[in-house]
């Protein structure tokens, strides 16, 4: 397997149209894209390098520090793990990089807009809706770029949810198999068919919701594939 180097991460990343000034959201799995030189440092810094001091680079840093889970252990910013990759893991812990204290969803950014973007993320506020940084970002002509992950990935979904007011969004669960009280069930399937504006399954919930999203962000922001 070839070793892909610093340069040859920024060569591709110059192809597919970054350039300084950009704001980028990514979406990164490291062993997805082969045997990286240097590790994860090496694609941070080949992002950092093309977007320079008046570009932002921003990533999700989200935790397990869910109360209902076993095992939880409460977030801290400074100490907490990101569950979502080995890159953005590395990437909050680098000088200089700032990283919001919303419990379970923080986001990291670097760079012009960082200090903006991770204000006011906290417990007190949305986990990933309107005016969380992924939304600010969104606001700014942020690109999302998708480096060894895919487009299910893509955590801007929520925003759209948020902005379209999915009419499932504030009920308390996030698939049919969670669903453990049968108003819920009912309120999700209610809420499912106003969306598809036919009678449906829950089973197809993901698909419905993916579907939503899709077409929202199509309206929200540039995303490179």
């Known amino acids: 397997m070839d070793t892909i180097t610093k340069?040859?991460?920024?060569?591709?990343?110059?192809?597919?149209?970054?350039?300084?000034?950009?704001?980028?959201?990514?979406?990164?799995?490291?062993?997805?894209?082969?045997?990286?030189?240097?590790?994860?440092?090496?694609?941070?810094?080949?992002?950092?390098?093309?977007?320079g001091e008046t570009g932002t680079l921003v990533m999700p840093t989200f935790t397990d520090s869910f109360p209902t889970r076993p095992g939880y252990e409460p977030f801290?910013?400074?100490?907490?793990?990101?569950?979502?990759?080995?890159?953005?893991?590395?990437?909050?812990?680098?000088?200089g990089v700032l990283r919001s204290t919303h419990p379970s969803h923080s986001v990291a950014a670097y760079g012009y807009y960082a200090k903006e973007f991770v204000k006011d993320?906290?417990?007190?506020?949305?986990?990933?809706?309107?005016?969380t940084p992924l939304h600010k970002a969104a606001k700014k002509g942020a690109l999302v770029l998708f480096l060894g992950a895919s487009f299910a990935s893509c955590s801007?979904?929520?925003?759209?949810?948020?902005?379209?007011?999915?009419?499932?969004?504030?009920?308390?669960?996030?698939?049919?198999?969670?669903?453990?009280?049968?108003?819920?069930?009912?309120?999700?399937?209610?809420?499912l068919e106003r969306v598809a504006k036919r009678k449906v399954d829950l089973v197809e919930y993901e698909c419905i919701r993916k579907e939503l999203r899709e077409?929202?962000?199509g309206e929200e922001v540039q995303i490179i594939r």
């Open 7 to 51: 340069e040859k991460i920024k060569e591709n990343l110059l192809k597919i149209g970054l350039k300084t000034g950009d704001i980028v959201i990514v979406h990164s799995s490291l062993k997805s894209i082969g045997y990286v030189e240097n590790g994860a440092n090496t694609v941070i810094d080949a992002f950092l390098e093309i977007l």
């Open 156 to 191: 801007l979904g929520h925003v759209a949810e948020s902005i379209a007011q999915a009419p499932y969004i504030n009920i308390p669960v996030y698939g049919a198999e969670d669903c453990e009280m049968i108003d819920d069930i009912i309120k999700l399937k209610t809420a």
């Open 76 to 95: 801290h910013p400074k100490k907490t793990a990101s569950t979502v990759g080995l890159i953005t893991d590395v990437f909050w812990k680098r000088n």
């Open 121 to 131: 993320h906290t417990e007190k506020s949305s986990a990933i809706g309107i005016d």
């Open 215 to 217: 077409n929202i962000l």
